[in-house]
């Protein structure tokens, strides 16, 4: 789940619309599901090698590859030092954008040097994926791709209630993604929300049996905290943990990141700047439309976002220091955190695109650091980052207020095995 800066909202394609409408609809009967939603020693790449570890293609008919800008490493997977989060364009906070124009934004991204790409079959449902699929074949070979599974959906793209990661299921919503995706591997697969039903070992055994077959290369997670995480990791590497974080989200430094520390994991924080909060576009007096997820959550009613502007404000002042935008300034802050951190923004504009990207070049200094630090410590965030039944998805040890340590996290233990 995936940043976005305010955009406009299209609603000239009444198909994607429709779709949308799909989507919430399932969310709803899915218990309101939160998407309707060190760096380690890695070898180095082989010549020639794509980043996403297939063979580059070379000679005069070879796909313009993407400027060079900042790596760093996921495990053994390096990407871009931003990536380019792909479900606002097919819809949750806004309306879908016109397919063509989702397909010339994420080829602009890669052509801004991105390489690092995500999505998910939930988003859309399904939409996503296939724009990402259409975009980035011609450049296949160059980027990396990381999607998800584990929320119930058939295969005509219907949210049935509940999460979904039966080893079967797992396997029919890879089949898929690798359709829609119109490539035969994927780069990263997320188990997009733990399951409370099935063993985290079977998901991670299933995800290892993928990659032997050479239909997954990497293992992530999402939304998982420290024990689900080690008892994943103990099966299957886990190359990256995808959980939302931002200067005003801190739950993943609770258990999250130490333990990827400790294991050599990447982490990916999604929605870095706040849900679009953080951008300083979206104050109190913004009516957020009805169909806006961010309606719901009691962090974006006009209170809470009367209370927390002194967060905006903090970005704000370090940005007028650094002729920065505040958006600029939170992904510059994870950037700063550890070497290992990815964040993936999201956006429905070129123009946005841009300016994210321009994060790159803006270097917090230990003061600049400190300031923001010391300046959140005296603010007390007001409401919760999501509504309950959402919040109800997220592993143990993954939100505040709960912790992992000396348990198994929400997953179920395996059957013990008979005497």
Request: glycine residues 10%.
């Amino acid at each position: 789940m995936d940043n976005l800066l305010n955009d406009s909202i299209t609603e000239n394609d009444p198909t994607m619309t429709d779709r949308r409408k799909v989507l919430v609809a399932g969310l709803g009967l899915a218990a309101a599901s939160l998407f309707s939603r060190i760096a380690t020693a890695a070898p180095a790449q082989q010549a020639g090698q794509a980043p996403g570890g297939a063979q580059g293609a070379t000679g005069a008919n070879s796909p313009q590859r993407a400027a060079r800008t900042e790596r760093r490493r996921l495990g053994a997977l390096e990407v871009s030092a931003l990536g380019f989060g792909c479900m606002n364009v097919a819809g949750m906070y806004n309306l879908p954008i016109d397919r063509q124009e989702a397909i010339r934004l994420i080829r602009a991204a890669y052509d801004r040097g991105v390489t690092f790409f995500d999505t998910a079959e939930v988003y859309g449902p399904f939409l996503s994926e296939e724009m990402v699929g259409e975009a980035l074949g011609p450049v296949r070979d160059q980027v990396v791709i990381g999607t998800k599974f584990g929320f119930n959906i058939t295969p005509e793209g219907q949210v049935r209630p509940g999460l979904n990661s039966r080893p079967e299921h797992i396997r029919r919503a890879t089949e898929g993604s690798l359709r829609r995706l119109k490539t035969d591997r994927i780069d990263l697969l997320y188990q997009h929300r733990v399951d409370p039903a099935v063993p985290i070992e079977d998901v991670a055994g299933t995800v290892q049996e993928l990659i032997r077959e050479g239909k997954v290369r990497h293992f992530g997670l999402s939304a998982a905290g420290g024990a689900t995480i080690r008892r994943a990791h103990k099966v299957q590497q886990v190359t990256a943990v995808q959980n939302e974080y931002s200067v005003w989200t801190r739950d993943p430094e609770l258990e999250a990141l130490p333990t990827c520390e400790e294991l050599g994991i990447g982490f990916v924080p999604w929605s870095p700047l706040g849900m679009g909060y953080l951008t300083g576009t979206i104050t109190p007096m913004t009516t957020l439309r009805a169909e806006d997820l961010r309606s719901t959550f009691p962090r974006f009613t006009p209170d809470a976002r009367r209370a927390n502007w002194a967060i905006v404000e903090l970005l704000q002042r370090v940005a007028a220091r650094k002729q920065a935008t505040p958006a600029q300034v939170g992904l510059a802050w994870l950037l700063a955190r550890k070497p290992w951190i990815v964040p993936i923004y999201g956006t429905t504009t070129q123009r946005h695109m841009e300016q994210n990207m321009d994060a790159l070049k803006i270097q917090l200094t230990a003061s600049e650091m400190k300031e923001i630090e010391d300046g959140f410590a005296q603010i007390r965030v007001q409401g919760a980052r999501s509504t309950n039944a959402m919040l109800a998805e997220i592993d143990i040890g993954a939100k505040l207020g709960t912790s992992s340590k000396g348990g198994n996290g929400i997953s179920p233990l395996p059957p013990k095995p008979k005497q």
